[in-house]
């Protein structure tokens, strides 16, 4: 219950913080952190919720946060056979990749629909978005496991 | 008799000459003086120093009473102030008057754009289908368009801004009638008036209100005004550069325009009834009334596009 509690309130304050900077995903890392813990029951449903959120929220066609949390899982599984998974210096990487990804993209997905989108505000979005990522990563692991989840966690 | 006799000598003596009394008056008055008057400076010091006290206690109570009080009067100052500039902006919303056969339904912005794949410029309202909104309904402030409905769920819905890249409506010169497409370029940089002919008369500061052409927005509304004109050579159009009336961000309260339900049709049940005997005795089917609004609303239309009226 108690982490059933932890990841919604994940999902609110990813909201809450979507809401004060445009463009960026702040449930990103929650799902990486979702991803780490290794059980994939928790992974779909957070993905399935971050998916729901972003598609729902953008004014994009229904696709891109499919292709979006489908790529940050395959890279997190590819890095994860080079890096430690928990590490921050991966954490760095994914944001980057995330950054590059979020203009590619955008980029992609408005093309598909005749839709023009800023790139200069793209590229800024993609800055704070890889230097969010890693940052929010770290507040929340830092969090997670210094809560009473323990108990939770393996059950 | 002797101690008698002693002290009625003395005291008639006294009586006489009053010299005891000025002794005692001399003495014993000056020495109770002399004692009582610190005395009674200490013993007023002591009072006023315990009453001090005991209104020092006081003060500070009053003191945290009227420090609690000022802070809620702060809050409440501030809520009424926050409730007088709602109730500004309401006023002014509500003295939009929609053009006819339109109705205005009121909305809180929620959001501006909200997540990754929120790629266009949008603002998220709190109204939705219960509302009776669907997508491609114009958005108003009192000084004009806002933008227009793109995502339309139960309870909310995403508006596309006219400044967006993608945002197309047709518009015209309030004085010389001359027009042309509004095209949005992005939330920093002004519009574009597209298509607007080599010679066609148009204003720098002309206001530009919506055609009408199109099927989204209803003739004159007010949009933009205009910036800057200014031939461009051998093409056939006129470069027009147009601002929105208002910073669109800063909108608290969006009105959208939707057209008021039908009507519900006259009863027929009493028709029916005297018609269907007769059919059935025919052995004809009798075909169940068609209400063309709802048969349009549930058929899906291509729509104009994101961004086109």
């Known amino acids: 219950m108690l982490n059933l509690l932890w990841w919604v309130c994940v999902v609110i304050a990813g909201i809450m913080a979507q809401r004060q900077v445009p463009g960026v995903d702040f449930l990103a890392a929650g799902f990486v952190l979702a991803l780490q813990e290794e059980r994939w029951t928790k992974s779909l449903w957070f993905a399935l919720a971050a998916i729901l959120i972003q598609e729902g929220d953008g004014s994009l066609a229904f696709g891109s946060g499919l292709i979006w949390y489908g790529a940050l899982a395959a890279m997190y599984f590819f890095g994860h056979y080079l890096f430690e998974a928990k590490n921050f210096l991966f954490m760095i990487i994914l944001g980057a990749c995330q950054g590059a990804m979020h203009i590619l993209l955008s980029l992609m997905m408005a093309s598909l629909q005749d839709w023009s989108v800023a790139p200069e505000r793209l590229w800024l979005e993609a800055i704070v978005q890889a230097v969010v990522f890693p940052m929010e990563w770290g507040l929340l692991y830092i969090i997670y496991h210094n809560l009473p989840l323990s108990h939770a966690r393996t059950v | ?309």
């Not at chain 2, 509500?94 to 006819?100: K, L, Q, R, V, Y």
């Not at chain 2, 909108?251 to 009507?263: D, N, R, T, Y």
């Open chain 2, 1 to 309: 008799m002797l101690v008698l006799f002693l002290y009625l000598g003395l005291y008639t003596w006294n009586m006489r000459t009053g010299y005891l009394d000025t002794v005692a008056d001399v003495t014993g008055l000056e020495v109770s003086r002399w004692v009582l008057a610190p005395g009674k400076w200490a013993a007023d010091s002591a009072e006023l120093l315990f009453r001090r006290y005991i209104y020092f206690i006081g003060l500070r109570q009053e003191n945290e009473r009227l420090a609690s009080d000022l802070e809620k009067t702060r809050s409440e100052l501030v809520d009424a102030t926050e409730k007088a500039a709602l109730a500004g902006r309401l006023s002014d919303l509500m003295s939009f008057a929609p053009p006819e056969g339109w109705v205005r339904e009121g909305a809180r912005v929620v959001s501006h754009r909200l997540g990754p794949n929120a790629a266009l410029e949008t603002i998220m309202i709190d109204k939705g289908t219960r509302a009776g909104l669907k997508v491609n309904l114009p958005v108003v402030l009192p000084f004009g368009v806002v933008g227009k409905t793109l995502r339309v769920s139960q309870n909310a819905a995403v508006i596309l801004l006219v400044n967006d890249l993608n945002s197309r409506i047709p518009v015209m010169g309030q004085i010389h009638r001359t027009q042309g497409i509004l095209a949005g370029q992005g939330p920093d940089d002004p519009m574009e008036v597209q298509y607007v002919p080599q010679g066609s008369p148009l204003d720098e500061g002309e206001l530009l209100i919506t055609s009408g052409l199109g099927e989204v927005f209803p003739k004159g509304l007010p949009v933009a005004r205009v910036v800057k004109v200014e031939p461009t050579g051998p093409t056939l159009f006129q470069n027009v550069l147009a601002a929105p009336l208002s910073d669109i961000k800063t909108a608290e309260e969006v009105l959208v325009l939707k057209k008021p339900p039908l009507p519900p049709e006259e009863p027929q049940v009493e028709e029916e009834k005297e018609v269907r005997p007769q059919l059935e005795g025919k052995g004809k089917r009798l075909r169940p009334p068609v209400f063309d609004n709802k048969i349009d609303q549930a058929k899906p239309k291509p729509g104009p596009g994101p961004g086109g009226d």
